[in-house]
């Protein structure tokens, strides 16, 4: 099982809790795949609506843990300061760190998230910077105090799964021991397996599950396929041939023709 | 009276810091955090942010997040 910031994870699936279409079915899909870890934000709120107040009551129904996110934040300045609010109200270090730089694809901006990741360990935040497969602005990650990566699969919602296979191979060749999460992007839990067959600790979706016919369903069909694609990848899967090999012998079968 | 903008809203109140105001438009629990002219104030200074004409007051707490 993952560990971030040396904390176990018991579920590989990080679970996003928007767009359902009910808290009580976003509830179940959270108890039916078992899931550990659940992303949040923070919204406006009016006087007197109590609305911030009965979801913290959900989370709190549920045991699990929150990873709050800076979601729709463009600037650094945004960033920091969601990232401060969300310390005080959830009580939690950790920060799943989104900086925006395009309001078509959901991108990050890396270069505003290098410099808001740099403010917020900083500042002891734990920092889960949602981030691309770039290579180069991963390692600067690592270098400012990231001990965690999350690049994209592709577009956040889009559900085309891993777009850059290549890129997110090498992210993990490079670096064997910094927990990598698959973030975004996701649309079938053949995806996320795929992930984990490649040797990613985690994936992290929301869309997926929630838009899904029977989300709770589709959150435990995800459980399912993060667990199975992590046993494939302890079990060290062969390697890709461009021609086949018989599997039967050939030694010993019969002259027939 | 204090002409500002709470959440985005033109306001008038007669609330001199962030903790009165929030009492005066009726937030009832906690679970809350503020930003005053885009800085984050803590819950424990929101006695001493006192508001002036113009300000940009932010009250945010929990929503589903991906």
């Known amino acids: 099982m993952p560990e971030f910031y040396n904390e176990h994870v018991q579920n590989a699936l990080l679970l996003g809790t928007a767009r359902y279409p009910s808290p009580t079915i976003l509830e179940d899909a959270i108890r039916s795949a078992e899931v550990d870890v659940i992303t949040v934000s923070l919204r406006r709120e009016s006087g007197g609506s109590n609305a911030g107040q009965h979801f913290w009551e959900m989370i709190k129904r549920l045991g699990v843990r929150v990873l709050p996110n800076t979601a729709s934040c463009y600037s650094v300045k945004e960033a920091v300061t969601t990232a401060q609010m969300a310390r005080e109200v959830f009580e939690t270090d950790w920060v799943k760190l989104e900086v925006i730089g395009n309001p078509d694809t959901l991108q990050p901006d890396v270069f505003g998230l290098v410099e808001a990741a740099r403010i917020l360990c900083a500042d002891g935040f734990r920092v889960f910077p949602y981030t691309t497969e770039d290579l180069v602005v991963a390692d600067r990650l690592l270098q400012i105090g990231c001990e965690v990566l999350m690049p994209w699969g592709s577009p956040i919602g889009s559900g085309q799964g891993i777009n850059n296979e290549f890129a997110l191979r090498t992210l993990r060749s490079h670096f064997p021991d910094v927990p990598l999460v698959v973030d975004a992007g996701i649309g079938r839990p053949s995806h996320a397996a795929q992930a984990m067959e490649m040797g990613f600790d985690a994936v992290l979706l929301n869309t997926a599950v929630a838009r899904a016919g029977d989300p709770v369903s589709m959150a435990k069909a995800f459980t399912e396929a993060i667990s199975a694609g992590r046993s494939a990848f302890l079990a060290n899967p062969i390697e890709q041939n461009d021609m086949a090999e018989p599997s039967t012998p050939v030694l010993g079968k019969a002259f027939l023709s | ?66």
């Open chain 2, 1 to 66: 009276m204090i002409d500002l903008y709470l959440n985005g809203e033109a306001i008038s109140t007669d609330a001199e810091n962030l903790a009165a105001l929030l009492q005066d438009c009726g937030y009832e629990h906690d679970r809350l955090a503020t930003a005053l002219n885009g800085i984050f104030v803590h819950r424990e200074s929101r006695t001493s942010a006192r508001l002036s004409p113009g300000d940009r007051v932010e009250v945010v707490s929990p929503i589903e997040g991906g």
